[in-house]
């Protein structure tokens, strides 16, 4: 048709003959004044004038000129009689014109005739136009035209294949296309198709599907199977069209979309479909060339082995598997290709998610860093994650070198998020106290003003928390300050560090307090307004802390104070003054300046902050809840208390027990409300039978849904073990796995969904009880089926408490409605008992002796129990942590004990235990505890009663509370 048009012909070769951009502008003006002036003529335009005419405007256009007339003769050409100009007018408005053209509302009745005609040229021609420009309305008049030629069995594939990418369109601008009943089923059965290109169309289609948040992923698990044998069909070349052969790869761009569709589900429940993805992914990535001469076989390759990869890190189907992953990435770190370095590193960051495979990532250390020096600095970003991901205590040595030598030529755009990932590697992974202060300020020295205030805030808090660090660390900073010119950010940290803990290297050489003052006095004159703040501060704590200065000293530090006792500057002026009123009263600023108590900690701001800066994708959140356990328990030993840990991660370890001055620090330390703790030495009140019926194990749910097992039973197993099952009923299940450091109990619950249909508004919370403090983080509201999602419980115990916290669950389900219950979690007081070794008969009985009045003492008998057996009595009292002590009382049916009940208190709370078995009958015995604590020793009586008296055994408490 364009060979016909003479005229068009002709203005092409004039545009093409001109010699600069000014004559072509000429040439241009020209011709779209004629065209303007044919189209306002009265005489009326025949069709071919109209093509050759519009034809012309569409050059024009794509020459980089604004057309802004001739819309209309353009969209009338699409109701024209003749192919020829038909496609004109649809070719033309396609480009020209967009989804919010008011031209558009006139041909949307011609373009649906034509797609519902019976000629399927006319089909193509308005299904490509829906699928450029097509909008709401567009949506609104033919998507269910469209999605019957979707699921019709009677078009032609060409038809069929412009209708799934027309749906498409109309899917992304309007997703309510989507809800007629049975359509999504109708779909996923088009997926036997046996023409590639209808698949790969199909395939975009489905990839937006379930991609979209607001779909429900469980209406598309039929397509799984099917897409597992396509896969198959492609990845063995069993009959592929020649024509679908690319580079003799089959298809790889199918290939890619069908494993980009399987990353969004969970691995199939039936084994035999498992086996068969596995098959598939092994064969593609062990039987594929990596390299290729052919660029665009390259590509193609590449393509299909990321995405292949991508499958295996979201399944996790396999560890072979996944090392194999790791080398085959470690091979794209070499390739020359930029983009292909890139993909590699990128998809190490997501697999160094998975433990398991830190060790192998590890082995390709060397290349990840010297992708540190790529002049692409995306691909700089992409290696400086992977060496956060891959960081642990093995290599932390070796990659926090590296990162601070990198750290003095690394962009400006990148430092930043440098500097704040290797602050936290240093503390989360530190070998020893002196290296991680080592390491952190050399980042502030080298780093500079891309410290941000969170890392410099979090220094000071580590070295404050740390007896053992501050003498070090004000060492370390003195000498900084000392290389020459420091940054304004490490005057900072010398302010606060010297002005705490300059005293206790007073005596050292070059330390005087004379010269520590003169030193970060020098920095005044050029520090910014908050920088002199700490600097005043400093000063001030200098002189109160070390009294015996001589008089010149205290002179020179009074005489800056009286020089900005009349400063401009509010802030400046009001500590001058007050600081010094506080000196001429040295009592009360000994007690204003006190040393600063240890910190409390409720999560490291370092981390919030680089959670900030990462994204999250399907993959990565795939990634992220595998090892949400393992995350749990690598953490929970940083909250213990500082005393058991000073070397290694020191994430979260600032605000142990005992460590905030006043109030209670680990309430502090857990960020926990809750009731009043009961008074650690007053008449609390008893606690209860966990397990007496009253207790309350489990509350009867609402809804007629009730439990299918014995929750008591659950909960007594819990209490003597770390795992089990918490709750379980005809719908959903949960379980929990603890751990407990000190005080502190974190609790990993799993809900498993075991319905045929989704959970929906689904919700934890978790009552607090007077002395214990408990949180529970949010659980998704949905719980797909099958599905199983993960939450935690965190639980202080401030002091004896007289029974645990209940966790209240609920949720929606069909038939049911809405279902409520609790549970008392499994944290009674033996789970913070700590055994105490005894090693004479004088270390107990002294103790023992002087406890022996009420309220102190509870003692109970027990008669009319099964004949007692020493040894397995011996292994409840071990697996309750209550510590026995082995041959201290010399009669063979005694059994006396020792623990310690750890609470927000600096020292546990002792607590003595003798149980006297009746030598006779065997069959009664007396159970005294002992405490200072009343409270604590009627918890553990009543622990230990709860697992050795049997129901219906007769008891008398003589002395209980």
């Not at 002005?499 to 970060?520: D, M, R, W």
């Not at 913070?832 to 102190?856: E, G, R």
Request: with cysteine.
């Amino acid at each position: 048709a364009m060979r016909d048009m003479r005229g068009l012909n002709e203005f092409i070769k004039q545009i093409r003959s001109t010699k600069n951009k000014e004559e072509e502008r000429a040439r241009v003006d020209k011709e779209l004044a004629n065209i303007r002036g044919k189209f306002r003529a009265d005489r009326q335009l025949s069709s071919y004038e109209k093509k050759k005419y519009v034809t012309k405007m569409l050059y024009i256009y794509m020459l980089g000129y604004d057309v802004d007339f001739g819309h209309m003769e353009a969209v009338g050409l699409i109701s024209a009689p003749k192919f020829s100009e038909k496609q004109v007018g649809y070719m033309v408005t396609a480009v020209l014109l967009n989804e919010h053209a008011e031209f558009l509302r006139l041909i949307i009745n011609s373009v649906r005739n034509d797609i519902i005609g019976n000629n399927e040229v006319n089909q193509c021609l308005g299904l490509t136009l829906v699928a450029n420009i097509g909008g709401k309305e567009f949506a609104e008049a033919v998507a269910p035209d469209i999605q019957r030629l979707v699921i019709s069995s009677a078009v032609l594939p060409i038809v069929k294949k412009k209708a799934c990418l027309a749906l498409l369109r109309l899917f992304r601008r309007n997703r309510d296309v989507m809800q007629a009943d049975g359509f999504i089923p109708q779909i996923m059965s088009q997926l036997d198709e046996r023409d590639l290109g209808v698949l790969t169309s199909l395939m975009s289609l489905l990839l937006a599907l379930v991609a979209d948040p607001e779909s429900d992923l469980e209406q598309f698990l039929p397509c799984v199977p099917k897409l597992t044998r396509v896969l198959e069909r492609l990845a063995s070349s069993h009959d592929v069209p020649q024509d679908y052969t690319y580079y003799g790869i089959p298809s790889p761009w199918l290939q890619m979309k069908i494993m980009r569709v399987l990353q969004y589900f969970p691995p199939a429940e039936d084994d035999s479909q498992n086996r068969l993805l596995h098959k598939v992914l092994r064969r593609m990535l062990m039987g594929q060339e990596l390299r290729s001469r052919n660029a665009n076989k390259s590509n193609a390759i590449h393509g299909v082995l990321f995405e292949a990869i991508q499958l295996v890190i979201s399944l996790a189907l396999d560890e072979e598997l996944m090392s194999h992953c790791v080398d085959l990435l470690g091979q794209f770190l070499k390739a020359g290709e930029p983009n292909v370095r890139y993909l590699g590193l990128e998809s190490m960051s997501r697999l160094s998610l998975v433990p398991e495979m830190l060790e192998h990532i590890k082995m390709h250390q060397g290349e990840i860093i010297t992708s540190l020096s790529d002049p692409d600095i995306s691909i700089r970003r992409r290696a400086l994650d992977v060496l956060y991901g891959m960081c642990d205590e093995t290599n932390s040595r070796e990659i926090a070198a590296e990162l601070l030598s990198y750290l003095t030529t690394a962009d400006f755009a990148i430092r930043e998020e440098l500097a704040l990932k290797l602050a936290i590697l240093a503390e989360k992974y530190a070998p020893d106290l002196q290296w991680y202060c080592d390491v952190t300020l050399e980042l502030v020295e080298k780093a500079g003003e891309f410290v941000s205030d969170d890392i410099w805030f979090r220094i000071v808090q580590i070295i404050t928390n740390h007896d053992e660090l501050q003498e070090y660390a004000a060492t370390k900073v003195l000498e900084s300050l000392r290389s020459g010119m420091v940054h304004e950010c490490m005057v900072k940290v010398g302010a606060y560090v010297l002005g705490e803990f300059s005293h206790l290297i007073a005596t050292q050489p070059g330390c005087s307090p004379q010269e520590v003052f003169e030193l970060l006095n020098a920095q005044f004159a050029s520090a910014a307004q908050a920088t002199k703040n700490l600097l005043l501060s400093a000063y001030v704590k200098m002189l109160i802390r070390n009294p015996g200065l001589p008089a010149e000293h205290a002179a020179n530090v009074m005489a800056v104070f009286k020089r900005f006792a009349t400063y401009a500057d509010q802030e400046l002026q009001q500590r001058a003054v007050e600081y010094e009123a506080l000196l001429a009263n040295r009592t009360l600023g000994t007690e204003v300046l006190a040393e600063m108590p240890k910190f409390p900690e409720r999560e490291s701001s370092l981390l919030k902050a680089i959670e900030a800066r990462e994204g999250d994708s399907n993959e990565v959140s795939v990634m992220r809840r595998r090892v949400a356990a393992a995350e749990a328990q690598s953490t929970l030993a940083a909250e213990s208390a500082p005393q058991q840990q000073s070397e290694g991660d020191l994430m979260g370890d600032l605000g142990g027990a005992g460590a905030a001055s006043g109030g209670d620090a680990l309430e502090e330390l857990m960020g926990l409300g809750g009731g009043a703790a009961a008074s650690g030495n007053g008449n609390g009140a008893a606690a209860a039978d966990p397990f007496a019926a009253g207790a309350g194990l489990g509350d009867g749910a609402a809804g007629g849904v009730l439990p299918i097992g014995d929750v008591s039973e659950w909960y007594r197993k819990l209490t003597l073990s770390d795992s089990g099952v918490l709750y379980e009923d005809p719908y959903v299940q949960v379980g929990v796995k603890m751990q407990v450091q000190h005080n502190l109990a974190r609790l990993n619950l799993f809900l498993g969904n075991k319905h045929s249909a989704p959970l929906t508004d689904a919700k934890l919370s978790v009552e607090q009880v007077a002395g214990m403090a408990a949180r529970v983080s949010p659980v998704p509201p949905t719980i797909a089926t099958k599905a199983q999602e993960q939450a935690q419980v965190d639980v202080a115990l401030q002091a004896p408490a007289a029974s645990p916290p209940k966790l209240h669950i609920s949720y929606s389900v069909e038939p049911a409605g809405q279902v409520s219950t609790s549970v008392v979690l499994p944290v009674p007081a033996s789970k913070f008992l700590v055994p105490m070794p005894i090693t004479s008969p004088a270390d107990f009985f002294t103790p023992w002796k002087s406890l022996q009045q009420v309220p102190n003492k509870v003692q109970e008998m027990v008669s009319g129990v099964p004949p007692i057996d020493m040894a397995a009595l011996k292994g409840t009292f071990s697996a309750l942590k209550v510590g026995v002590a082995e041959g201290l009382d010399p009669n063979t049916n005694n059994i006396v004990a020792a623990s310690g009940l750890a609470t927000s208190a600096a020292e546990p709370i002792v607590v003595l235990v003798r149980l006297e078995v009746d030598p006779a009958s065997r069959t009664q015995f007396r159970l005294t505890v002992c405490s200072r604590t009343p409270a604590a020793a009627a918890a553990v009586k009543d622990i230990i009663l709860a697992h050795t008296k049997p129901e219906g055994a007769a008891a008398d408490s003589p002395f209980g509370l």
